[in-house]
T-cell receptor
Framework: NAGVTQTPKFQVLKTGQSMTLQCAQD?????MYWYRQDPGMGLRLIYY???????DKGEVPNGYNVSRLNKREFSLRLESAAPSQTSVYFC??????????FGSGTRLTVV | QKEVEQDPGPLSVPEGAIVSLNCTYS??????FMWYRQYSRKGPELLMY??SSGNKEDGRFTAQVDKSSKYISLFIRDSQPSDSATYLC???????????WGAGTKLIIKP
């Protein structure tokens, strides 16, 4: 019973490098989300996908792109990493009104 | 002003005390109310879910919603050191299930 799986768990990037964070869910949920969490800032929505084939910007989309590859997978790409993108990234999925299921997070440091 | 307000704490109480955590909100359309618990270096996990007004009890935890005051609460009875975590409130409307989050309250239970 995996739920939401995120990879990698940890990553260190140099400024200007690119990377893709992977997320997969096995609960047949329609909606998927990417958040970042910084001390004192709470959860901030980066992008979301209400259903397969659709993506929309959240509160803090600048510097990120996403791909909803299929119903199970939703990836987040940093094209040119900046130190301001140092954060913990969480992927979540939802099947409706009963709330979200979160992955265990990716700790990203950009130096 | 944020849609959902939550005191970030930290809130420190002795083991065995009754804990009260609260959120206020401004959008009267919210119908679904949730509490998530987040341990350090982990993803948030759904703790309590309530639809519309009223109380819901699950073991030592009670969630309360007062829609007339736009105020929700989470009570923890006989608090344990293992309850030390950050507690986030979240809520959504009747047709759009995208959650709006509080900032989270850090709770510390002292042995």
């Amino acid at each position: 019973n995996a739920g939401v799986t995120q990879t990698p768990k940890f990553q260190v990037l140099k400024t200007g490098q690119s990377m893709t964070l992977q997320c997969a869910q096995d609960m047949n949920h329609n909606s998927m989300y990417w958040y970042r969490q910084d001390p004192g800032m709470g959860l901030r929505l980066i992008y979301y996908s209400a259903s397969e084939g659709t993506t929309d910007k959240g509160e803090v989309p600048n510097g990120y792109n996403v791909s909803r590859l299929n119903k199970r997978e939703f990836s987040l790409r940093l094209e040119s990493a900046a130190p301001s993108q140092t954060s913990v990234y969480f992927c979540a999925s939802s099947g409706g009104a009963e709330g979200y299921t979160f992955g265990s997070g990716t700790r990203l440091t950009v130096v | 002003q944020k849609e959902v307000e939550q005191d970030p704490g930290p809130l420190s109480v002795p083991e065995g005390a009754i804990v009260s955590l609260n959120c206020t909100y401004s959008n009267s359309a919210f119908q679904y109310f949730m509490w998530y618990r987040q341990y350090s270096r982990k993803g948030p996990e759904l703790l309590m879910y309530t639809y519309s007004s009223g109380n819901k009890e699950d073991g030592r935890f009670t969630a309360q919603v007062d829609k007339s005051s736009k105020y929700i609460s989470l009570f923890i009875r006989d608090s344990q050191p293992s309850d030390s975590a950050t507690y986030l409130c979240a809520m959504s409307g009747p047709s759009n299930y995208q959650l709006i989050w509080g900032a989270g309250t850090k709770l510390i239970i002292k042995p």
